[in-house]
């Protein structure tokens, strides 16, 4: 019964609420009707007679739902009402809506889009378990032989000491990168690989899908023909059977079993399609001076990184002791897996990451200045809201309801620009972005773009609501009785936001402009070569099949013998590795005739080997002495030929040509210079110091991996399928690891720079765009606000060009203290840009001159438009205006 009664009561409140609003109406309505009678009686005609009376009486609406919160409405219900509200006034102005919602969709967007990348290469946590245990090892080498260089590849004898003596490590694994040749029916294949360690899945607590990993009995030579296959490898080459757990696949033409197969969501490193073991024999467990290994490492529970770095440095100093000769200056560094994984990328994901954070900052004030705009032409609403008894509160609500509706609404259409916009920067960048497979749209993704819209709205709406709550009510109801609508506190408000927007754009032309002069210094960067019309074909030798160094070379004379004679190929050539791939040997040099110093202490050099008519194809000049030729073969004297930096390095105003030298890896063998050649950039553009680089004959050092190198006009496709097919003349079964261009890889070595600079780019021409839109809003109102004091001005004598001065002077007040404030801030935020730059200093002052010159003409051309519509003025019409 109780539940009843109180089901009665609520039905009666509720029928007594509605009548007190109809009562509500029907007062209102007769206010209204003795407005129009009013007016009727002042001689207006019935049409303005109510039009007026409306214009009085603000409206019925609005003064119902400020009638409805004096009686006590509950908050969310309010909420919903203002929600509901805000709907219908933005479906009224769709214009403003539209330009509102597009300019917080690119704000929004480029920060979902950008987000998206830094939280999963950043912040998102390795896809493994605990992975903040998990660890890369690294040698630190002597400074005296690679000044610069802070992290360096293990050698087997100091991992294997590492191994047995840390206490830190649960796990520690060393690998090594392989190329296999995968032997199909139709034609072979190029597969990258690692060989591991047997505890190399353990650290990284991976289990197979199917099968088993290594055990330590595999890790010895003659138990190694076993492999774990990657999950792509297992459906592509194996379509995904289960029964391939026991099969047997030729790789290098030798006969490996099946034993496992990896989770699709296992790929370490990046590179690896497939695991076999690593197998050392007793020779390469001593070997100390050779530094061709990685590591990685599982820290005990109770372990940290930093006594982790205390151990193994401790280690190292001992083996320091115990073997100078190899390890003297040689000391471990531990780096945790995700900073190693991130690299350098870093900072410049960080600074875009700021970029269209100040992006986001201007549309905000942009939208801002908008929803300024147009709560002041609704004074008279929000007075006779504030008078019906409207409380500050319930009003600034009402302001950021609306406010966070647009944002919403922009962060929705944002967020489908950043789904598409992520595919587009993966393709852009992908190999230079670490995790770029994992990038995708997540949860947290959209619990950002959700987060940031609702910031963005309240941050957009907080200054003109706050700014209509200070409305003088005497002064708004006055409104449309021909008083002015200017409302000065309005364009201080907005001119404030202008001159931010203005600061912000200027900040961010200056970053562009910085990395715009980056780039082209370091495409003004002579190489070294030509790198137009040359294309470049890496093959890697099985040893299985060519174990000698006899056989890899007459493989290579032969497949050049063949390539040379192709239509369209002007010339060609093979090297061990190409400029600019940041790969390639580096070795310690011994020059014949000095002082024996410990290996520890000698000089290091990049080794590349090199066959005849390389520098021909290359296009390197050859500055003294002769070139390799086809009688530097194996038997005849060991020859070399050194660059232009070397020779001034190590024999300053010496003669070069006859010198000797022998490389400490190769002991024994003497080799004397008979060329200098000019300098070739080995590593990076950006590096200024060229590396001392030695070529050597192929035939007389023949290397497993070589490149072969093709001049020709001709396209390079077609020129690819001559090649291979050349190369298929001489051993049908092998593969091309990898085809890129010269020019590409050129282009791949300015990669990030490129990236940064386009991003930055793309973001201040947005910016631009929306301070000149600022600029162009305020000026436009101001005009549109002083028509009557114009047009006294003009009827009073003023000329017309000293109106457009008038107007110009203000709009470039603003800009011009826009461009002050941005100078200084980027003076400060422009060094975060110092690890991305080359050639240029963050201050320069020629790019932020630039910078300010172009901000100033957009400023220019936004302040015309509104000027000359104030010129143009009809005095007359300005003076009924109201």
């Given at each position: 019964?109780?539940?009843?009664?109180?089901?009665?009561?609520?039905?009666?409140?509720?029928?007594?609420?509605?009548?007190?609003?109809?009562?509500?109406?029907?007062?209102?309505?007769?206010?209204?009707?003795?407005?129009?009678?009013?007016?009727?009686?002042?001689?207006?005609?019935?049409?303005?007679?109510?039009?007026?009376?409306?214009?009085?009486?603000?409206?019925?609406?609005?003064?119902?739902?400020?009638?409805?919160?004096?009686?006590?409405m509950p908050r969310l219900e309010a909420v919903w009402q203002d929600a509901r509200y805000g709907l219908r006034a933005l479906a009224r102005t769709p214009g403003f809506a539209l330009a509102a919602v597009l300019t917080l969709a690119l704000g929004i967007g480029a920060n979902t889009a950008i987000f998206s990348v830094v939280n999963t290469v950043l912040l998102r946590p390795l896809p493994y378990e605990h992975a903040s245990s998990i660890v890369k090892v690294w040698h630190t080498p002597p400074q005296s032989s690679f000044p610069g260089m802070t992290r360096f590849s293990l050698s087997p004898a100091n991992y294997l000491d590492w191994h047995r003596q840390n206490t830190v490590f649960?796990?520690?694994?060393?690998?090594?990168?392989?190329?296999?040749?995968?032997?199909?029916?139709?034609?072979?294949?190029?597969?990258?690989?690692?060989?591991?360690?047997?505890?190399?899945?353990?650290?990284?607590?991976?289990?197979?899908?199917?099968?088993?990993?290594?055990?330590?009995?595999?890790?010895?030579?003659?138990?190694?023909?076993?492999?774990?296959?990657?999950?792509?490898?297992?459906?592509?080459?194996?379509?995904?059977?289960?029964?391939?757990?026991?099969?047997?696949?030729?790789?290098?033409?030798?006969?490996?079993?099946?034993?496992?197969?990896?989770?699709?969501?296992?790929?370490?490193?990046?590179?690896?399609?497939?695991?076999?073991?690593?197998?050392?024999?007793?020779?390469?467990?001593?070997?100390?001076?050779?530094?061709?290994?990685?590591?990685?490492?599982?820290?005990?529970?109770?372990?940290?990184?930093?006594?982790?770095?205390?151990?193994?440095?401790?280690?190292?100093?001992r083996l320091e002791q115990q073997y100078p000769e190899a390890n003297k200056g040689w000391g471990a560094l531990v780096v945790p897996l995700r900073t190693d994984v991130v690299g350098d990328v870093q900072p410049a994901l960080l600074v875009l990451l700021g970029a269209v954070a100040f992006v986001l900052l201007i549309a905000c004030a942009n939208v801002a200045n908008l929803v300024l705009a147009r709560t002041l032409a609704r004074r008279k609403e929000i007075a006779l809201r504030a008078a019906l008894g409207a409380s500050r509160r319930r009003i600034l609500q009402q302001i950021l309801c609306e406010t966070v509706l647009l944002a919403l609404a922009g962060g929705t259409l944002g967020f489908f620009l950043a789904f598409y916009s992520v595919d587009g920067i993966i393709a852009f960048l992908g190999d230079q972005l670490p995790r770029a497979t994992e990038i995708h749209i997540d949860r947290w993704v959209l619990a950002f773009t959700g987060c940031i819209s609702i910031l963005t709205g309240i941050a957009a709406g907080i200054a003109p609501a706050l700014r209509l709550t200070r409305v003088d009510l005497n002064e708004a109801l006055k409104q449309g009785m021909g008083k002015t609508s200017a409302d000065s506190g309005g364009t201080r408000t907005r001119s404030v936001l202008v001159i931010a927007e203005v600061a912000i754009s200027l900040v961010l032309l200056i970053g562009a402009g910085l990395m715009i002069r980056t780039l082209a210094m370091l495409r003004s960067v002579n190489p070294g070569f030509d790198p137009s019309s040359v294309v470049g074909m890496t093959l890697a030798t099985p040893q299985t099949k060519y174990a000698t160094e006899a056989q890899r070379a007459a493989f290579f004379d032969r497949v050049l013998g063949r390539v040379r004679t192709l239509p369209g190929v002007e010339s060609a050539a093979a090297v061990s590795s190409l400029p600019l791939t940041g790969s390639g040997s580096t070795q310690p040099l011994q020059i014949d005739g000095r002082p024996v110093v410990p290996l520890s202490e000698q000089p290091q050099v990049a080794v590349r080997e090199i066959t005849p008519g390389y520098l021909k194809t290359m296009r390197i000049p050859l500055v003294r002495g002769r070139d390799i030729d086809s009688s530097d073969v194996a038997g005849r004297p060991n020859v070399v030929l050194v660059s232009q930096s070397m020779a001034e390095k190590f024999w300053p105003n010496e003669e070069v040509i006859g010198r000797r030298l022998t490389l400490s890896f190769v002991p024994g063998v003497v080799r004397e210079i008979v060329g200098v050649v000019g300098d070739v950039k080995q590593e990076s553009l950006a590096v200024l110091e060229p590396s001392p680089t030695i070529y050597q004959p192929l035939a007389q050092r023949p290397s497993p991996w070589m490149t072969l190198v093709v001049r020709t006009p001709a396209e390079t496709g077609?020129?690819?399928?001559?090649?291979?097919?050349?190369?298929?003349?001489?051993?049908?079964?092998?593969?091309?690891?990898?085809?890129?261009?010269?020019?590409?890889?050129?282009?791949?070595?300015?990669?990030?720079?490129?990236?940064?600079?386009?991003?930055?780019?793309?973001f201040a021409g947005f910016a631009l765009i929306l301070a000149g839109m600022g600029i162009y809003g305020v000026l436009a109102y101001i005009v549109r606000g002083r028509v009557r004091e114009i047009g006294i001005r003009i009827a009073l004598g003023a000329q017309r060009a000293d109106v457009l001065w008038m107007v110009l002077r203000y709009g470039l007040k603003l800009a011009l203290a826009g461009l002050v404030i941005g100078t200084v801030a980027a003076l400060g935020l422009t060094r975060l840009l110092t690890g991305l730059l080359f050639g240029v200093q963050p201050a320069d002052p020629l790019t932020f001159a630039a910078a300010a010159g172009l901000l100033c003409a957009i400023a220019l051309l936004a302040c015309y438009f509104p000027a000359r519509r104030a010129m143009r003025i009809d005095p007359m019409a300005a003076l009924r205006f109201e």
């Open positions: 019964m109780s539940k009843t009664r109180a089901w009665w009561l609520r039905l009666a409140g509720l029928f007594r609420k509605q009548e007190r609003e109809r009562e509500f109406v029907v007062e209102m309505e007769s206010h209204l009707q003795m407005h129009i009678e009013e007016n009727l009686r002042g001689g207006l005609t019935p049409q303005e007679a109510r039009r007026q009376a409306l214009i009085k009486l603000g409206g019925i609406e609005q003064a119902r739902e400020s009638h409805r919160e004096q009686r006590g649960e796990h520690f694994a060393a690998y090594h990168f392989e190329s296999y040749n995968f032997a199909t029916a139709e034609r072979p294949e190029a597969v990258m690989a690692a060989s591991v360690a047997p505890e190399f899945f353990s650290v990284l607590r991976f289990q197979p899908l199917l099968g088993r990993a290594f055990t330590p009995q595999e890790a010895e030579p003659g138990n190694d023909k076993v492999v774990v296959l990657g999950h792509r490898f297992w459906q592509s080459r194996l379509n995904g059977s289960t029964r391939a757990l026991g099969e047997k696949i030729r790789l290098n033409g030798e006969s490996y079993t099946v034993i496992g197969v990896m989770p699709a969501g296992f790929r370490f490193p990046d590179w690896a399609e497939l695991w076999t073991p690593l197998a050392w024999s007793s020779k390469d467990r001593a070997v100390r001076d050779d530094h061709n290994y990685l590591s990685i490492a599982r820290l005990k529970p109770d372990a940290s990184v930093a006594q982790a770095q205390a151990e193994l440095s401790a280690i190292a100093a077609s020129v690819v399928r001559a090649v291979a097919g050349a190369i298929a003349e001489v051993d049908p079964e092998q593969p091309i690891l990898e085809v890129k261009t010269a020019g590409e890889i050129v282009d791949g070595s300015v990669a990030q720079q490129r990236f940064s600079m386009l991003l930055l780019a793309v």
